[in-house]
C-alpha cells in the first residue's frame, strides 16, 4: 500500500470460546426480546465436575447479593425502559444449564454480565445490578438463577479491585513506549497478582471459562515480545521461535486465530520488505497468495491500486487548491472554486476524509 495512507492494520480478532456442554445438558440461549426463552436438549463430548462447575446459592457472597434487594421493583424481564446505549441492540451472551438446572459457567456468562455492565455511567449502579437480577431470574430456573446472580455480584467486585493492581503497576504500555522495550518481568507478575485476585473471588472453573481465551493470547502476545526483544536471535531464528511456538499451542478454536495473526503479521512486515526492495507487484502478489491464499491476495492488490489512485488525486487537489488560495484575491470566490475541484476529483465518502487526511500528510512532513 501506499506510503502516503495510513496501514491497515488487522487486530487480533476476538473469538467466540467454543463450549463444551455438560452430558444431557439442557441449553437456555438468551435473547435480546421479552419473549420466554426455548430449551433445547443438547449432547456433550463428557461431562463436568459438579463440584467444580455448579456454584450453590448458600456459597453466594452476601456483600455481592446485597445490591439486588429492591430489583423485583424496578424490573420484571431486565429489557424495560434500556440505556441509549443498549436500545436496539441484541443481548450478548448465554445462560447454560444442565440437566438438573444447575449452572454451567461459561464465557459466555461474562459477555452478558460485560453487555449490561456497559451501561456504567447512564445508569447506576444499583440499578445495573437490578437489571441484571432481574434478567437473569426471568429466564432461568432455580437453582441456576442464584447460582449465576452469585457470580454476576463476585464478577463486579473482581473488576472493582482491578484498579488497585493496575495502579501499583502503572501503565507499562506507555512505559514500553518510552523505554524501547516491555519489562517482560513486571508483566509477569502483574499478571500473577491478577490471577491470585481471580481466585479470590472465583473457582477454577468461572476462572477457565471467564478468563481462559484472553489468558492464552496474553500468553502468545508476551512470547512473541519476548523472542522480538532477544538481541541474541537472529531474525531467522526468531521466526522459527515463533512458529515453533505456535506449532505447540493446542488445537482448536485459539490456535486457529493466532496462526492467522501470525501470517498477518509477516504478511505486513514482508511487503514492507519487499517494497522497500522494489520488489514488482507480481512478486508481491506471489507472496501474499502463499501466505493468506489468491482471494485475499487479489483483495490486497486492488486496495493498493485503489490506495494508489487516491494519493494521485489528493496530490492533484492539493497542487490546485494552493494555486487558486495563491492566485485568488477572494477567499471566498477561491472556496468556490475549491469546492467544485473536490467534487470533480472525488466521490462524497472521499470528500469526507480530505480534512483528515491532509492533517496526516501534514503530521509525517514535521
Given amino acids: 500500500m501506499s506510503n502516503n ?38 449432547l456433550s463430548a463428557s ?6 462447575s455448579t456454584l450453590s446459592t448458600a456459597q453466594s457472597n452476601t456483600q455481592a447479593e446485597a445490591p439486588f434487594a429492591q430489583s ?9 425502559r434500556l440505556p441509549a446505549s443498549l436500545k436496539g441492540t441484541q443481548v450478548d451472551g448465554e445462560i447454560i444449564i444442565d440437566e438438573n438446572k444447575q449452572l454451567v459457567v461459561t464465557e459466555g456468562l461474562r459477555r452478558l454480565f460485560d453487555y449490561f455492565l456497559s451501561a456504567i455511567g447512564e445508569e447506576d449502579e444499583a440499578v445495573i445490578f437490578a437489571r441484571v437480577e432481574s434478567y437473569i ?18 464478577y463486579v467486585a473482581y473488576l472493582k479491585a482491578l484498579p488497585e493492581i493496575e495502579k501499583r503497576y502503572g501503565n507499562l504500555q506507555l512505559q514500553a513506549t518510552q523505554n524501547g522495550e516491555l519489562d517482560l518481568n513486571a508483566i509477569a507478575q502483574q499478571k500473577q497478582d491478577v490471577a491470585s485476585l481471580r481466585q479470590q473471588y472465583f473457582d477454577k472453573t468461572t ?38 511456538y505456535v506449532s505447540r499451542l493446542p488445537d482448536g478454536a485459539i490456535k486457529t486465530n493466532i496462526m492467522q495473526q501470525a501470517n498477518l503479521n509477516e504478511l505486513m512486515a514482508r511487503t514492507d520488505q519487499m517494497k522497500a526492495a522494489g520488489a514488482s507487484p507480481e512478486a508481491l502478489y506471489n507472496m501474499r497468495r502463499e501466505l493468506v491464499g489468491a482471494p485475499a491476495a487479489e483483495r490486497l492488490a486492488q486496495v493498493e491500486q485503489e490506495d494508489a489512485d487516491f494519493d494521485q488525486r489528493f496530490t492533484q487537489y492539493q497542487t490546485q487548491k494552493q494555486r487558486l488560495l495563491n492566485q485568488s484575491a477572494n477567499p471566498a470566490e477561491a472556496q468556490i472554486q475549491i469546492d467544485q475541484l473536490e467534487q470533480q476529483l472525488f466521490n462524497d465518502a472521499e470528500r469526507k476524509r480530505l480534512s483528515g487526511y491532509a492533517a496526516l500528510q501534514e503530521t509525517k512532513t514535521q
Fill in 137 to 154: 431470574r426471568h429466564h432461568t430456573p432455580e437453582p441456576a438463577a442464584s447460582q449465576a446472580v452469585a457470580i454476576f455480584g463476585k
Fill in 47 to 52: 461431562p463436568t465436575d459438579k463440584s467444580e
Fill in 207 to 244: 476462572i477457565e471459562a471467564f478468563f481462559g481465551a484472553s489468558d492464552s493470547y496474553d500468553d502468545y502476545s508476551m512470547e512473541m515480545v519476548r523472542i522480538n526483544q532477544n538481541e541474541q536471535m537472529s531474525e531467522a531464528q526468531k521466526q522459527a521461535a515463533r512458529q515453533d
Fill in 5 to 42: 495512507r495510513r496501514p491497515a492494520y488487522l487486530p487480533i480478532a476476538i473469538i467466540a470460546v467454543v463450549i463444551i456442554v455438560i452430558a444431557a445438558a439442557v441449553i437456555v440461549w438468551f435473547k435480546p426480546d421479552n419473549k420466554p426463552m426455548a430449551t433445547q436438549q443438547s
Fill in 72 to 80: 423485583d421493583a424496578l424490573f420484571v424481564t431486565g429489557l424495560e
